[in-house]
């Protein structure tokens, strides 16, 4: 099976390594390290990739043959809306991505619960494929994590203007901005490209550099401030600012920026565009971010 190790799970190519068969040994091996640590569900989401939705309801189907009760996050979701799920429900989470990386891969990052991220020498796979398939209930979450974002955000957005252009890249984040936007009552003008789930992200790779950004580069060259651009990867857990005239903001002045706009309240950052507030939730939320700025750039 040609599936390599990453920091917090497994990545593979499509129908090479990482195949159906696979998944459900991934699953079978994550299900036995969920109930070795005596936890008793599990959370199952995935990104926008092909074939995906289906890879997740076979490892749903697989851990519950185990004799956890299981739950497939309605999809595609983004990783913020996967941990706040894993931390409402108290469960360990198996999440189908591959985040920033070409279409052609998959991969799945494992949780023993929210914010605790499980490396793959943790997890025993077995010989054979597993035969046993249980039952398991889908779940959406969204309105309830909206509900989280817009109580982080605060007050104090609502009479910026301006317009807000943001790039999904085709991946899990699509959609959710929008309705952000509507439960705060914003009156920026939102503006969202690429929002649609599309397996080949529209043919680059979802990762919010420069040269996968070049609708959303011509657009901010174009427009006049009041405005500010965003790109999401493929998973929605990494973040990239575009201001007017096309300006890419490095990661460390993005930090800064929010920095400026918390007035003090904790933000971890990874270097490369992810932002975790631990005051919020327990994984990175690119959104949460993303709202802060409009304080500081619009």
Do not use: C
């Amino acid at each position: 099976m040609e599936l390599y190790p990453t920091q917090d799970g497994f990545l593979g190519e499509i129908a090479k390594g990482f195949t159906f068969a696979a998944v459900a040994r991934l699953a079978a091996g994550f299900g036995a390290r969920v109930q070795e640590e005596g936890l008793g569900r599990v959370v199952v989401a995935h990104d926008a990739r092909f074939l995906a939705g289906e890879m997740a309801e076979e490892a749903a189907g697989v851990l519950a043959g185990l004799g956890l009760e299981t739950y497939l996050l309605r999809g595609p979701a983004p990783l913020p809306l996967f941990g706040f799920a894993l931390e409402e429900l108290g469960a360990a989470g198996f999440y189908l991505s591959a985040g920033r990386r070409p279409a052609r891969y998959q991969g799945v990052r494992l949780r023993l619960g929210a914010g605790h991220p499980l490396a793959p020498e943790g997890v025993r796979l077995p010989e054979e494929t597993p035969e046993a398939r249980g039952g398991f209930q889908v779940l959406d979450r969204k309105k309830a994590y909206l509900e989280r974002l817009a109580q982080s955000a605060g007050e104090g957005l609502g009479a910026k203007a301006g317009v807000v252009y943001l790039d999904t890249l085709g991946g899990a984040g699509g959609g959710l901005m929008p309705l952000a936007f509507k439960r705060l009552g914003l009156g920026a003008e939102l503006r969202e490209l690429h929002p649609l789930p599309h397996p080949l992200f529209y043919g680059v790779d979802p990762d919010p550099k420069p040269e996968n950004l070049s609708t959303l580069l011509a657009l901010m060259k174009a427009v006049e401030p009041p405005a500010v651009g965003f790109a999401l990867d493929g998973d929605a857990d990494r973040l990239a600012v575009v201001l007017p005239g096309g300006e890419v903001l490095p990661p460390e002045e993005v930090l800064a920026r929010l920095q400026e706009a918390l007035g003090g309240l904790e933000v971890e950052a990874d270097g490369e565009g992810g932002f975790r507030f631990p005051w919020h939730l327990k994984e990175k939320d690119p959104f949460l971010a993303a709202l802060f700025l409009l304080k500081v750039l619009l």
